[in-house]
């Protein structure tokens, strides 16, 4: 096969649309000029919007969301969110003796009940194979696992505003550098 044959084989079954009419001998040369044109313009755009969002990206990677405020240039706030990887080991005695009736002096049960809370509360489907251990647990069948982790986690409600604050400070400032 001729190089020009693949080219026009390739070029004939190609799914972008237009190429196929570039190759069509039944078609007049200003019909497969119009098609060129229009799959050049086409793919300059493409490139070209690519490339405008990447560069807006590059400058300013903080994204502001604007959804509501179309063409509202002064914003009062930005938007963050706060992903919390807190435990409050009150809260998680207070669940295990509320859930299971074990307190701290029997160290084996309450270690073991006190590793399955912090377990479910960092918990990621990347990371489901960390209740392994837990498989075969009956006591931990048919429980409401979203009130235990409301419990676990009620005290994230009364963090230290402060001290939040002070976090944000410091990570503008980790930003700006």
């Known amino acids: 096969m001729k190089c020009q044959d ?17 190759v069509k001998h039944a078609l007049h040369w200003l019909e497969k000029i119009f098609w060129g044109v229009i799959i050049i313009a086409a793919a300059y755009w493409s490139f070209n919007i690519c490339y405008t969002q990447w560069e807006r990206f590059r400058d300013n990677p903080i994204i502001l969301a604007t959804e509501l405020t179309w063409g509202k240039l002064n914003y009062p706030f930005v938007g963050i969110t706060l992903c919390f990887n807190y435990t409050d080991e009150e809260a998680i ?20 009940y006190f590793e399955f809370l912090k377990t479910i509360n960092h918990l990621t489907v990347a990371k489901l194979s960390t209740l392994e251990p837990y498989r075969n647990d009956d006591k931990l069948k048919n429980l409401d ?33």
């Open 93 to 112: 005695a207070h669940v295990i003796k509320d859930t299971w009736a074990v307190t701290p002096e029997d160290r084996d049960s309450y270690q073991y």
């Open 6 to 22: 693949y080219i026009n084989t390739t070029v004939g079954e190609s799914s972008i649309h237009g190429c196929p009419y570039l």
């Open 145 to 177: 696992f979203v009130q235990i982790l409301l419990q676990v986690n009620s005290a994230i409600e009364t963090l230290d505003k402060s001290r939040i604050q002070i976090d944000l400070k410091s990570f503008a400032s980790q930003v700006e550098r």
